[in-house]
Nanobody, 129 residues
Framework: QVHLEESGGGSVQAGGSLRLACAASGYNFNRDCMAWIRQAPGKEREVVAI???????????SYADSVQGRFTIQVENGANTAYLQMENLEPADTAKYYC???????????????????WGQGTQVTVSS
């Protein structure tokens, strides 16, 4: 049974940093597409970062314009754990963040409209001004 579990969320002030982790069990991210997706209250889900992992590293990835240059996706631990490093956080980054993997449809790019199979329960990130 596949299980994804996010951790690392919390409350920070604007300009601060957080590193979210997504630990997989019963599954490995290698040779698959994984994404970090966020949803703020009253807003639609937004793919903030997505990429294809091969040989335990991202072969390619892409980011939403809103986080480009501030967020970085990483994978470690033999592709069993994925990370989202978030720098220079802004109040607009406040949302619940989910990791997800394995495309059901679409393409593995931020504008690909991908629908993903496996989802974690999410971790809350709150950025205060």
């Amino acid at each position: 049974q596949v299980h994804l579990e996010e951790s690392g969320g919390g409350s920070v002030q604007a300009g601060g940093s957080l590193r979210l982790a997504c630990a997989a069990s019963g599954y490995n991210f290698n040779r698959d597409c994984m994404a970090w997706i966020r949803q703020a209250p009253g807003k639609e889900r937004e793919v903030v970062a997505i990429g294809y992992i091969h040989n335990s590293d991202f072969l390619y990835n892409s980011y939403a314009d809103s986080v480009q240059g501030r967020f970085t996706i990483q994978v470690e631990n033999g592709a069993n754990t994925a990370y989202l490093q978030m720098e220079n956080l802004e109040p607009a980054d406040t949302a619940k963040y989910y990791c997800a993997a394995r495309l059901k449809s679409g393409t593995c790019v931020v504008t690909g409209g991908g629908d993903l199979t496996y989802w974690g329960q999410g971790t809350q990130v709150t950025v205060s001004s």
